[in-house]
């Protein structure tokens, strides 16, 4: 499902997701047939906490998932979300709510990672570590965070 583009932000030490009123297809079980409209709204910050952990290619085949060059930070998620459907197909609306880590952080991570043809044939990683960091958020690659 595509996120409206200002649903990420990344600040410093932090990234966020929050979407508000996305609509989407609930089937009641995963992949279930029948399919009704509702709408889901989330807001999910990780807080960078610890030191950066740096992973370079184990190989120059684009194609084998240790090609990666990555700079990856333990990091504490918390967030609310919010889901509003119905009972079954024709039935009656409900919602609900939720939040997590809102007294005790939950643990995830967060950071940046290229892989396979966007990391370059052949390239190594600096001994500096934040070198490394500068480089990872110089290639072009996606951003990863999740708890």
């Known amino acids: ?3 409206p583009n200002n649903a990420v932000r990344v600040r ?3 990234a966020s997701i929050v979407v ?3 609509d989407v297809l609930d089937t009641f079980v995963f992949g279930g047939p029948d399919e009704v409209p509702a ?3 989330y807001d999910i910050t990780w807080t960078r906490n610890g030191p950066p952990r740096f992973l370079s290619p184990g190989s120059d085949d684009p194609t084998d998932p240790t090609n990666l060059y990555a700079v990856f ?3 504490v998620a918390e967030g609310s979300f919010t889901a509003e459907s119905v009972t079954e197909p024709g039935g009656d609306p409900f919602s609900f709510e939720g939040a997590f880590a809102t007294s005790a952080p939950v643990w995830g991570q967060m950071g940046y990672e290229a892989n396979g043809s966007f990391i370059g044939v052949g390239r190594d990683s600096p001994e500096d570590p934040l ?3 500068k480089e990872a958020l110089r290639l072009p690659g ?3 965070f999740e708890h």
């Open 12 to 14: 410093h030490r932090t």
């Open 142 to 144: 996606m951003l990863a």
């Open 73 to 75: 930070r333990d990091a």
């Open 1 to 3: 499902m595509q996120l």
């Open 20 to 22: 508000e009123d996305l």
């Open 131 to 133: 070198a490394v960091e």
């Open 39 to 41: 709408t889901i709204s």
